[in-house]
């Protein structure tokens, strides 16, 4: 059974940061590409950054220059720092990572979601 724990949601002010974790946990051969969506009210999931087993990134064109992912693979946990966050950024936030397991060579798991408010 694997598991994607998520970390590091809550309520910030405009131009201030927030530093989201999720970590993986359970019986994992291997992690290939893991990432971040995020869903606002009345809005469909969309990716806000990816990043490869071999340290590709991409990001989604709202967040370059103000977001930064990062992943330790040695702890299964992948990292959203984000910068100068903007209300536009409230959302609820998933942790995304292809992984595979004795049952498969590849799977898609979801962290369970955490709240970004970005309010004065």
């Known amino acids: 059974q694997v598991q994607l724990v998520e970390s590091g949601g809550g309520l910030v002010q405009p131009g201030g940061s927030l530093r989201l974790s999720c970590a993986a946990s359970?019986?994992?051969?291997?992690?290939?590409?893991m990432g971040w969506y995020r869903q606002a009210p009345g809005k469909q999931r969309e990716l806000v950054a990816g990043?490869?087993?071999?340290?590709?990134?991409n990001y989604a064109a709202s967040v370059k220059g103000r977001f930064t992912i990062s992943r330790d693979n040695a702890k299964n946990t992948v990292y959203l720092q984000m910068n100068s966050l903007k209300p536009e950024d409230t959302a609820v936030y998933y942790c995304?990572?292809?992984?595979?397991?004795?049952?498969?060579?590849?799977?898609?798991?979801w962290g369970q979601g955490t709240q970004v408010t970005v309010s004065s």
């Open positions: 995304n990572a292809r992984i595979a397991t004795p049952k498969s060579s590849a799977y898609d798991y």
């Open positions: 359970g019986t994992i051969f291997g992690i290939h590409a």
């Open positions: 990043i490869t087993s071999g340290g590709s990134i």
